[in-house]
């Protein structure tokens, strides 16, 4: 079963900042968070991860909160090719643990 | 630029007539991995190969088996199909690199079965 709990659907206004939040309140001391998006008829593309820093690349920011229990992906500005099925999963970084998907956020970025 | 490669992108089968979906990477990723989709639904682990060594997930139904012959390419084969086994079947791979295992998916072959 999925370790985290997301919300299953969400709308941001083009332009906007988007936040995506994930609970993860079992989430062990060595587990990542990953995040992933599927846009429709795609496969799943990675976007960001992170242990417990706050991560930022050039599609996204991590927010994980001190305890852990919970994290925010932020995606700056929405685009309407933003709009797609958000993936928040936890594991552990170390080969044999697999990932399981949530049935994630669906965002649907409104022009 | 295509990285994980899957051929076809759109397959139809008869029940019951074997089907095999093909994914080639040039990433050299030493890990493939098979997950399905079926719609509206999260992708689900199927298997996986860590170079030859085989993994099967414990709810993988027998009527799925894949095939590694190189490091580049990985095959499902369905053997039986059933209406139930119509869905996106994506291929995946990732590289053990004890930092962080994200992986690369493929587009996905949607199979159809009549």
């Known amino acids: 079963d999925a370790k985290t709990t997301q919300p299953p659907s969400m709308d941001c206004a083009e332009g906007r900042a988007a936040n995506l939040p994930c609970n993860h309140s079992?989430?062990?001391?060595?587990?990542?968070v990953y995040w992933y998006r599927q846009i429709h008829s795609q496969g799943p593309q990675y976007i960001i991860h992170g242990l417990k820093n706050n991560e930022t690349n050039e599609m996204a920011s991590l927010i994980i909160t001190e305890d852990r229990k919970s994290s925010t992906l932020i995606l700056p500005h929405a685009t309407l090719r933003d709009t797609a099925v958000y993936y928040c999963?936890?594991?552990?970084?170390?080969?044999?643990?697999?990932?399981?998907f949530g049935p994630g956020t669906r965002l649907s970025v409104l022009p | 630029d295509a990285m994980v490669i899957q051929n076809p992108r759109y397959q139809v089968t008869q029940f019951g007539k074997p089907v095999t979906l093909s994914c080639s990477q040039t990433l050299n990723h030493n890990v493939m991995y098979w997950y399905q989709q079926k719609s509206s639904q999260a992708p689900k682990l199927l298997f996986h190969y860590y170079d030859k060594d085989f993994n099967n997930e414990a709810d993988t139904p027998d009527n799925f088996q894949s095939r590694r012959p190189n490091t580049s390419f990985c095959f499902l084969d369905i053997r039986s199909p059933g209406l139930g086994d119509a869905a996106m079947y994506l291929c995946a791979t990732s590289r053990l690199t004890g930092v962080s295992y994200e992986q690369y998916f493929g587009p996905g072959t949607r199979l159809t079965v009549t």
């Open positions: 999963i936890v594991r552990p970084n170390n080969y044999g643990q697999n990932f399981v």
């Open positions: 079992t989430i062990s001391g060595n587990e990542y």
